[in-house]
């Protein structure tokens, strides 16, 4: 079972910049698809990136928010840039097994198993 640990999170202000790491353990990285999602008070839980390892990627916010991994220390991280108030949320790592006919990651929630506890970004205007 994978095990996912985000950090990375903190106060930002408007139009700042900031780089979420979720550090992946447990299990072999490359039969997952890593998502980060990210959810603010009163609303739905919302994907916004994803990567599978042979290097596909959805990014939801391209160009601000752009995701990348490092396959050798299992690290997927979220560079977010040119942040605004509504990017505040609790942000979350997950993980769902890849297809085995390779189809592009899954942008739905309910399609990941594995979650980490979540990072908090607070974007102050």
């Known amino acids: 079972q994978v095990h996912l640990v985000e950090s990375g999170g903190g106060s930002v202000q408007d139009g700042g910049s900031l780089t979420l790491s979720c550090s992946v353990s447990?299990?072999?990285?490359?039969?997952?698809?890593m998502g980060w999602f990210r959810q603010a008070p009163g609303k739905e839980r919302e994907v916004v990136a994803n990567?599978?390892?042979?290097?596909q990627t959805r990014e939801i916010l391209w160009p601000r928010f752009t995701i990348s991994q490092d396959m050798s220390n299992n690290i997927v991280y979220l560079k977010m840039t040119s942040v605004e108030p509504e990017d505040t949320a609790m942000y979350y790592c997950?993980?769902?097994?890849?297809?085995?006919?390779?189809?592009?990651?899954?942008?739905?929630?309910?399609?990941?198993?594995?979650w980490g506890q979540g990072t908090q970004v607070t974007v102050s205007s």
């Open positions: 990567i599978d390892a042979d290097g």
């Open positions: 997950a993980a769902m097994i890849r297809r085995r006919d390779g189809a592009r990651c899954s942008t739905v929630q309910y399609d990941y198993k594995f």
């Open positions: 447990g299990d072999t990285y490359s039969k997952y698809c």
